[in-house]
């Protein structure tokens, strides 16, 4: 169990935090690929994320899976639906240690900047023909000015 104290921690005194969530099926995004190719793949994911999911075997649509489901938690958490983000401005890297960050590009990273998105934290997982994340953003609120 969290405590108040570790929360604060985490996210300082006049922060926010945003959550978003999704899942998504692995068997879909693979027909999607059977079915549409590069069109599909090219529209949704970077070079980067296309890369390291042909680097395993056998396992490309459960990594791309998991991967779309971390940019619609991304989508869900800064409220990006009506906003015009292409999906590969949502990039999800993994790291040498194996953990995954979120990293914006383009649109998604000017507004995430205009609502003071500090960190981005993303937790990835699949079973089965499901793919899924939770998606953490932390954002620096305005500072308010006290009223007399």
Request: hydrophobic share 45%.
């Amino acid at each position: 169990m969290t405590t108040q104290t570790e929360l604060e921690a985490w996210a300082p005194e006049g922060a926010g935090v945003r959550l978003g969530f999704d899942l998504a099926r692995t068997s879909g995004i693979a027909e999607s690929i059977r079915l549409f190719g590069r069109r599909f793949t090219d529209r949704l994911f970077t070079a980067r994320e296309l890369d390291y999911a042909l680097a395993g075997n056998g396992v490309c649509a459960e990594r791309l899976a998991a991967r779309f489901a971390a940019k619609e938690a991304v989508i869900k958490a800064l409220q990006l639906s009506e906003a015009g983000v292409a999906f590969t401005d949502i990039e999800v890297v993994k790291r040498a240690d194996g953990a995954c960050t979120i990293a914006l590009h383009g649109e998604a990273r000017r507004i995430a900047d205009r609502m003071g998105v500090q960190r981005i934290l993303v937790s990835l997982s699949h079973d089965g023909d499901c793919a899924g994340a939770v998606v953490h953003a932390l954002l620096q609120q305005p500072e308010t000015t006290p009223h007399e």
